[in-house]
């Protein structure tokens, strides 16, 4: 595609924030009228908060009336389509060539939503292993992408019981790094606090993560999820000891930090101490985070003050804070530092963009890289590739019935992504209407004479 010729330039500050203004709706020129015409039905149906907040509820009404067979076949060319990449390898494929043919690059994600209560048996967590491994798989043995990489969810391996069960460990200080190399590495060990059962089942389960580590190094970087404060302790030690094994030479492990935490700023100081004084390579996915409501319900509920930020002004800081010492520790070692920057925030990015150049980085030097989940913020991710960043589309891929709870919770994910949306959608449809031969009649009605609207010609 024409995406990918553009010359690359030096950037001067104002020519670097003309290009990331994210005002053209070229960026959706690469679309098909099909594409279009569903990209703005899913947005459109996404902006009644009546049907956004109650459509885990409303599918499984439809479910429950039309029933499965016809539910799947009416969800699949429209919400699923949006935001699923399909459910084999060769419906993946299609999407991914084409998103490679447009310089993004896929990050597959198996979309396992588990949580408390949900209990599973040994037998579950073996086959989400499986999965896994042929997410793994499917991730390097394509060429779709330069430095694949994709995403873990850790409860899926280890049961979210025994990670509430292991954060209340870690605040008492019982559990550490090296014990857990050790289990890591098929040692016997003993953990304090655990019982018999439990122990079994976080020995099985450190030997899946380890497959999976062994699987994926030298060849895809594994991107470990932050899921709920109540078990975030805990995956995020076992993936620090992930790292302390395989991050030797070179970042395969990466963990997840979530900015809207009043905690995540001390986090993150925490993780480049850690790192640094045990040597190994720390890679990080910024984001914002995605479960504010039912970390704050929950908060309420047991009486504790509330974990989240107290208004997006200041997640927005604390995003735009991290991101800071994050650049700065990866400008000065990228060897050992990577990051992912991964948000749909306009302003993010370009302050992203901006520090990069400031502290002399390159666009594509692959120490950091940015992230947008697929059918969310196209108009970013594709201004970024084509000014030359790399940049990644998380991907998630399965069956209409195992990514339904994924897409609730797109759908719900709201709030302010939704101004994003919005203007995705007002772009979407300058693009529809430019197609249909109506450019002159919308520029007059949005008082604008075509010459201002330059992108659009050709
Ligand atoms: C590649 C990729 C991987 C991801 N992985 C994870 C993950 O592992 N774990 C995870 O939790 N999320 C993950 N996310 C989701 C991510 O957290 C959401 O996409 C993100 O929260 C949306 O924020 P934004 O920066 O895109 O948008 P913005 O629109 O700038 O911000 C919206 C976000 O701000 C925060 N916010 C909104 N209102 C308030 C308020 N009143 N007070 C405080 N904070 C507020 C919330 O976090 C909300 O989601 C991932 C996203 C991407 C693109
Ligand atoms: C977003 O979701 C919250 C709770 O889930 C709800 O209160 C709010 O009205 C929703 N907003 C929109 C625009 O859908
Ligand atoms: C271990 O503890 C769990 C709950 O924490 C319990 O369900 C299980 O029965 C216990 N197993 C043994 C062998 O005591
Ligand atoms: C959010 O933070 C950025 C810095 O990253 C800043 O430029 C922007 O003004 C902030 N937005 C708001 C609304 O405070
Ligand atoms: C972003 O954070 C950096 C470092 O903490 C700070 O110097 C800068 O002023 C912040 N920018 C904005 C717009 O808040």
């Not at 993936?239 to 930090?257: E, H, L, P, R, S």
């Not at 700065?328 to 993010?348: C, F, G, L, M, W």
């Not at 994003?420 to 449809?429: N, S, T, Y």
Request: with cysteine; charged share 25%; hydrophobic share 40%.
């Amino acid at each position: 595609s024409h995406l990918h010729s553009f010359p690359r330039t030096a950037k001067r500050p104002e020519r670097l924030s003309a290009a990331l203004s994210f005002q053209e709706p070229g960026a959706f020129r690469v679309k098909s009228l099909g594409e279009l015409l569903r990209a703005l039905a899913v947005f459109r149906l996404c902006s009644y908060p009546a049907l956004v907040n109650n459509c885990g509820k409303l599918m499984s009404v439809a479910r429950a009336l039309v029933g499965r067979r016809l539910f799947s076949l009416m969800l699949r060319p429209t919400v699923y389509a949006q935001f699923v990449a399909g459910e084999d390898e060769g419906e993946i494929s299609q999407s991914m060539q084409k998103m490679s043919s447009l310089g993004l690059r896929p990050m597959l994600a198996v979309p396992i939503e588990e949580d408390l209560g949900a209990t599973s048996g040994e037998k579950t967590y073996d086959e989400n292993l499986e999965a896994m491994l042929e997410c793994v798989r499917m991730s390097h043995s394509n060429a779709w992408s330069k430095e694949p990489m994709m995403q873990l969810k850790m409860t899926a391996l280890l049961s979210p019981e025994l990670c509430v069960k292991l954060t209340t460990l870690i605040g008492q200080r019982t559990l550490n790094l090296n014990l857990l190399v050790r289990a890591l590495d098929g040692e016997p060990i003993q953990f304090p606090g655990l019982n018999e059962s439990e122990v079994a089942h976080f020995l099985c389960g450190l030997q899946r993560l380890n497959k999976i580590a062994e699987a994926s190094i030298n060849k895809v970087r594994v991107l470990v999820d932050a899921e709920y404060t109540y078990v975030n302790p805990a995956l995020s030690l076992v993936t620090m000891a992930m790292m302390k094994k395989f991050n030797q030479d070179g970042v395969w492990i990466w963990n997840t930090y979530q900015c809207y935490l009043k905690e995540s700023r001390s986090l993150l100081l925490e993780a480049l101490r850690v790192s640094n004084d045990e040597g190994f390579g720390l890679g990080v996915k910024l984001v914002r985070g995605a479960y504010m409501d039912k970390e704050r319900k929950l908060a309420e509920k047991e009486g504790r003050p509330d974990p989240v930020h107290r208004c997006w002004e200041d997640t927005n800081d604390s995003y735009n804070g991290s991101l800071d010492v994050m650049l700065e520790a990866v400008s000065q070692k990228p060897e050992r530092y990577r990051i992912i920057v991964a948000t749909h925030n306009e302003d993010s990015v370009r302050r992203a963009a901006r520090r990069m150049e400031e502290l002399g980085m390159d666009n594509d030097g692959g120490a950091v890289c940015f992230g947008q989940l697929l059918g969310m913020c196209d108009h970013v991710s594709l201004t970024l590739a084509k000014e030359g960043y790399a940049v990644y589309k998380s991907v998630p891929y399965g069956s209409v019935e195992d990514t339904l709870p994924y897409l609730v919770r797109r759908a719900q994910e709201n709030q302010t992504v939704l101004q994003g949306i919005r203007k995705e959608r007002e772009l979407l449809r300058r693009e529809l209407h430019r197609r249909l031969g109506l450019r002159r009649r919308w520029c007059r009605a949005n008082g604008q004479n075509a010459s201002q609207v330059g992108p659009l010609n050709n």
